[in-house]
Each structure stands twice: as C-alpha cells, then as structure tokens.
C-alpha cells in the first residue's frame, strides 16, 4: 500500500483543490444581479433587470468591430468567454453571432463572417459585395432574406448603378426599414491627375430597395471625398439607437445613422435622416461640435437629442429632425464628483441615455463594469432641472455578470 | 489493470525527488519572493510616510500591494515557468532513461507478463497527474499567500481579492485554471493528447533510429494538420464555425489523434521494438 501513497496523495489534491475551485466558480455563476434603487419618496425598490440600450464595449474585445448588427435582443449580459476565446481569439464567433446561429441555424450556419447580417423581429437578411461581378459602372449585391416563421430563404441580385467608374466597392452598413433594404456603399475610383498620379476617390452612396418589387427606389451620394488622396478614406456608418427600440420598429419614419468619415486625419461625422414615409434622404443641418466625442445622440420621433459631456455637468441639444432645425440648448449642472461617475474612456462605455415624457435619463454604465453603484440623473427638458439624482445600487454583480448588451428599463421614480 | 496500478505506481515513485522538488521549490520561491516583494513596498511606504506623503498620496504613487500584482512578478511566474520546462523535459527524459541508463531497464519493463501499452499508460499518466499535482498545489498556495499578504501589508496599502478573481485576471492562471468545468476537461485533454504525440514521436525514435526522426517528423506534421484542420478550412474557406461548433471539431480531431497515436505507440511498442 506504501507505494501507492504518493499517487493516492496526488488524486485526492487534485480532486479536492479543482473541485473547490470549481464549486466556488459554478457557485458565483449561478448568482444573478439584481438592482434597487430609492424612490423620492425614500422607499427601495428593486429592478428585476437593468436595461440599457446599445452595446458597452469592452476594450479588449476585438469582435464590436464585427459587421454584425442586431435588433430586438433580449440578451442582457455579456456571455462567458470561453476557453477557446481567451486562446485564440480568432475562432471566436460573437455572442449574437451565436445566438442567430442556435436560433436559426438552417439560414445562420455556413455564413461567411465577412458578410452583412440584419435581424428584424420577422428577417434576417444578409447582404453581400459580389467582387467577381464588379464592374467599373456597376456593382453587384447579393442579397438573402430569411423568413423567421416559414424559414423560407429568397435570393435577390442586385446590379447598382454607379455615377462615376469604381474600381471597387464596400458595404459599410445596412439596415431594414418596412420592406425596404438600405445599403450604404464606398466606392473606389481612381483619379488620373495631368502630371500621371493616380489617386484614389471615395465616394459614400445609399440605395434603398424595394425587396417586395425588387427594384432599386433609389441611389444618391452622401458624401464625396475631396481632395482626392493616395490612400482610399474611411468610412463608419452607424445606425443610432431610437429610444423606443423594437415596439416601435415598423413604424419608425426617421432612421438614423451616424456617419464618421477619416480623411487624412481629419474626422467628418454627419447624421443622415431616412425617410421611410417619404423614401428621402437629408443629411441633418448638425454642426461638427455637436457631435463630436464626448457626446452620445439618441432620438425619438421627430426629436434628436444631442448630448454633450462637460467637465461639470451636460449640454444637452434638442434637434428637430423635420423641420432640420435646433430648437433648444438645455445645459444640465452637475457636481464634478458626480460627472466621474459618467467618465468612460469613451463616451459610450460611460454612459447611456433615453427620454420619455420629457424626461431624460443618464445612466451611468462605467460603474457597472467596475461593479460600482450605478448613478442616475433624471432631467426635466423643459427647464433643464435635474428632478433626479440618485443611484442604481447592483448586488450580486461579480465579474461573471458585467453588462455588455443591454437597453434602459426606464424606472418610475415618482411612485 | 493491476499490473498498470502497480507500474504506474513505480514511475510516480521514480518521479518522486523531482515531483516533491518541484513542489517545494515553487512554494519556497514565490514564498520568499512574496516576503521581498512586501519588504521592498514597505520600505518604499515608510520612505514616503517620512517624506510626509498623505496614505492617499502613497497609494496613488505605488498602488496597493495584492495577490493580484504578485503573480506577475518574475517570483511568482518564474517557478510556473520551471515546472512546465522540467516536465516537459522529464516527458522524453522517462522514456530515454530506461534505454540510456547504466542497466537497460527498457528491457526488464518489456519482458514483464504484460501487454506492453501498460509501460506507455503508466508513463503518460505519471507526466499528466504530475501536472495535475503541480497544478493542484498552486492552487493551494494562492490560498496561503492571500492569507499571508493581510498579515505582512496592513490594511490600508492592501486589497481583499478573491481567488476566483487572482485565477481570472493573474499571469498565467487562465491556462492553468479554465474558466469553466467543460473547458478544464478541454484543456487538460489537450495537453493529455499533446503528450500522447510526444510519446508516439519517441517511440518512432526508438524503432528505427535515424530513420525514426524522419518519421517522427512527419507523424507530427499528420498531428497538426489533423488537429488544425478545422482552422486551417475556417481560415480557407473564411467561414466561422459557432463556438459549439468550434469546440466539438476541435475535441473530435483531439479524440482522432489521440486513438491514432495509441494505434500506432501500440504497433511500435508490440512489433517493431524488440527485446
């Protein structure tokens, strides 16, 4: 028996020390967070489920840059990442991702991470660059439509038109409006200058598609690089977050979308409206400083809200996105202390807004991540005064439960 | 199965000096690295405290000292590094041994009333519950060390850490400690099966000498384009495989090399080693 000693002391550590660590892990898993908060009337009240909208990025998760763009999600919280993740990123495919994957794999499996996907609460469509079709006057889209219910799966091929020869083409955002499929493109040209240099233009295009008629309803430039440069600009397009979310999806007339555009070094961002009501198209008469960084803009309706950061407090801008004008600047104090709360390294891990009944929410996200109470400052807009101030207190938030996507519940703090 | 029992029992015996060693060894780098480390910060403290620095402001300069901090001091990695080097070695080393030593113990262990695999098995899971040892007992002395940093750096220049905190952001401590359940066994197979390569690349070694490390070469090849061919078709074809699909291709390739490699450690073991 003496010579199993050794081994038989091996197995019962190793038994005792991964199953204690493994206990405790599955142990803290389990735990959900939940949050109150205190009422102005002093009461605590608890919120089954913080909802913010939009994503929280995490600074090392290289897959927020993934062309994948959902709605309707429902996930509140980041997923473990597994081990395969903390290995070897490259083979990791993100949370939504997977999602659409379990839900809907005959449509999701086999897709290529390259492409455009969209999720409506009845579609999913997906759109392509066909690069074997491209010609310097065309260029060709391949576009799927799957169909939630019947898993149907339709099949288009769209030749667009190009107002100058590119040499290629790229698909920078797409989004679903009713029945309509809005792409954004950056065409590639070359220009040919009297002194033999080539150099390279750019120019941003937005069709829209009638996916019931299969016809193309429109093509117009949004933006056209100039001066040409060696080197082809970048462009980000983003669909902003309405505040009403899905509930109001298929009846949403505005559409918005931010467009950051890099042009040797120098940032363009321009918010451009579409009309579902009237298929047009405006780009919003918003000054540069409004939106610059560190501002976040959400809307609702015919109102846009522009919110700046300050050093003590925030700048809030009401723009009317149908008449294309600013009808008010709010200017919301707030303490220093209280703004540190909100600092995030960029704006958008630091915070989150909505507005309802003329009220207007921040949230403090940075002090989820941090496991923090969270702040919360409710504006009146019509007079700018904060009629709220208070905190969002987290129990049971460990590591494994940092928010990642998530939407505001908007909490009833009058009683 | 008795005769595995018992020889695997002899190989963990043999091991015992280095295995201990190894143990104590780490215990008592990252133990005596853990007093200077603390002494050095503290020394630091008391410098700034006379120089009249507010306990804040001393804070704000060096941080807090924690367990956390600690592990990726050379300390504390340094011996990690040691223990995967030594077992690494020890993988060729307890097989080479028996051949290379002064008696050709190889001979003995082949001619027992056996089937000859039971030498291989014994071999590969003295190397895997070493690990698993070694692994083990770092667990528990992360637990020492949490209890010791309190009793060294006073309250306020220090901060409370879970370990389950230390295991997920420290150095090294994801590959030793997988997240999850399902990934510690996905982990730890890996490593069984990596070994289970290392020892069919010896045994073509042994078998046909110098032709054997052509073959052993190219068996290795085989391996890793076996257990990497569901990333290399990701990486041809540029589509990506849902994480479950990731895992299962991955652990079905790792299962198919791993019969292969006791398939052909057997054949060479059986058939082209000879007493």
Redesign the interface.
């Known amino acids: 028996m003496k010579r199993y000693g050794l081994l038989l002391l091996t197995i019962i550590l190793f038994v005792s020390a991964f199953g204690w660590h493994y206990f405790s892990v599955e142990a803290t898993h389990n735990q959900k967070p939940t949050f109150s908060y205190v009422t102005s009337r002093g009461n605590k009240e608890y919120v089954e489920k913080l909802k913010l909208v939009g994503s929280i990025y995490q600074p090392d998760n290289e897959y927020n840059q993934t062309n994948f763009i959902q709605k309707g999600e429902e996930t509140l919280y980041e997923e473990d990442f597994p081990f395969l993740y903390q290995m070897d990123t490259v083979f990791y495919a993100h949370p939504s991702f997977q999602r659409l994957y379990e839900n809907y794999p005959n449509f999701v499996k086999r897709k290529n991470y390259g492409n455009f996907l969209i999720e409506t609460p009845e579609t999913i469509v997906e759109a392509s660059v066909d690069w074997e079709k491209q010609q310097s006057t065309s260029t060709t889209i391949q576009v799927e439509k799957f169909n939630k219910e019947s898993e149907d799966i339709k099949k288009y091929t769209f030749n667009l038109p190009l107002d100058n020869p590119a040499e290629y083409s790229y698909l920078e955002s797409i989004e679903v409006v009713e029945n309509k499929l809005i792409l954004f493109l950056t065409h590639v040209g070359e220009n040919k200058w009297e002194d033999g240099m080539n150099t390279t233009a750019v120019e941003l295009f937005v069709y829209q598609i009638d996916l019931e008629t299969e016809k193309i309803v429109s093509a117009e430039p949004f933006l056209t690089q100039f001066p040409a440069t060696e080197f082809p600009a970048e462009t980000n397009v983003s669909a902003l977050n309405s505040i009403n979310g899905d509930e109001d999806y298929k009846q949403k007339e505005n559409n918005l979308f931010l467009i950051n555009h890099e042009n040797e070094g120098e940032t363009l961002t321009s918010i451009a409206n579409y009309d579902s009501k009237d298929n047009r198209h405006t780009i919003l008469d918003i000054k540069e400083e409004w939106i610059d960084s560190p501002t976040q803009q959400i809307y609702e309706g015919e109102t846009l809200y522009l919110i700046e950061k300050e050093e003590a407090g925030f700048t809030v801008r009401v723009f009317n996105i149908e008449t294309n004008k600013l009808e008010t600047t709010l200017s919301v104090p707030l303490t220093a202390a209280l703004m540190q709360n909100f600092n995030g390294e960029y704006v958008e891990r630091g915070m989150r807004a909505a507005a309802t009944n003329d009220l207007l929410y921040l949230v403090s996200t940075k002090s989820i991540q941090n496991g923090e109470d969270v702040t919360i400052v409710v504006v009146d807009l019509y007079t700018g005064q904060t009629v709220y101030e208070g905190t969002l207190e987290p129990d049971n938030l460990t590591d494994e439960w940092k928010p990642l996507d998530a939407e505001i519940q908007l909490i009833d703090i009058e009683e | 199965m008795n005769i595995f029992?018992?020889l695997?029992?002899?190989e963990?015996?043999r091991f015992?000096k280095g295995?201990l060693s190894l143990i104590g060894l780490t215990f008592t780098i990252q133990g005596v690295g853990l007093f200077f480390q603390s002494r050095s910060y503290l020394s630091k403290v008391e410098m700034l405290k006379e120089e009249g620095v507010s306990t804040q402001g001393i804070l704000s300069q060096l941080g807090h000292f924690d367990l956390l901090n600690y592990t990726y001091s050379l300390w504390f990695v340094a011996p990690i590094m040691l223990g995967i080097v030594a077992l690494l070695f020890y993988s060729v080393f307890i097989w080479y041994r028996d051949w290379l030593g002064k008696n050709t113990f190889i001979y003995r262990l082949l001619l027992l009333p056996a089937k000859r695999m039971s030498i291989y098995f014994a071999k590969l899971f003295t190397i895997f519950?070493?690990v698993?040892?070694l692994?083990?007992?770092q667990?528990?002395f992360l637990h020492v060390y949490k209890w010791l940093i309190p009793l060294i750096i006073s309250e306020e220049f220090t901060q409370v850490q879970s370990?389950?905190?230390v295991?997920?952001q420290g150095a090294f401590m994801?590959f030793l400690?997988?997240?999850?359940?399902p990934?510690?066994f996905?982990?730890y197979l890996t490593g069984l099966m990596v070994l289970m390569v290392l020892f069919t690349l010896i045994l073509f070694e042994r078998s046909f000498h110098l032709k054997g490390i052509l073959l052993a070469t190219g068996y290795a090849g085989l391996s890793l384009f076996i257990y990497f061919s569901p990333?290399i078709y990701?990486l041809y074809t540029?589509?990506?495989?849902?994480?479950?699909e990731?895992?299962l291709w991955?652990s079905i390739m790792g299962i198919v090399l791993m019969g292969l490699s006791i398939l052909v450690s057997n054949f060479l073991l059986t058939k082209k080693i000879t007493v």
């Open positions: 029992l018992k695997l029992a002899f963990f015996n015992k295995y519950l070493s698993l040892g692994v083990s007992s667990y528990l370990i389950a905190q295991i997920e994801v400690f997988p997240k999850t359940l990934f510690f996905f982990a990333a990701q540029r589509i990506i495989f849902a994480n479950s990731t895992f991955f």
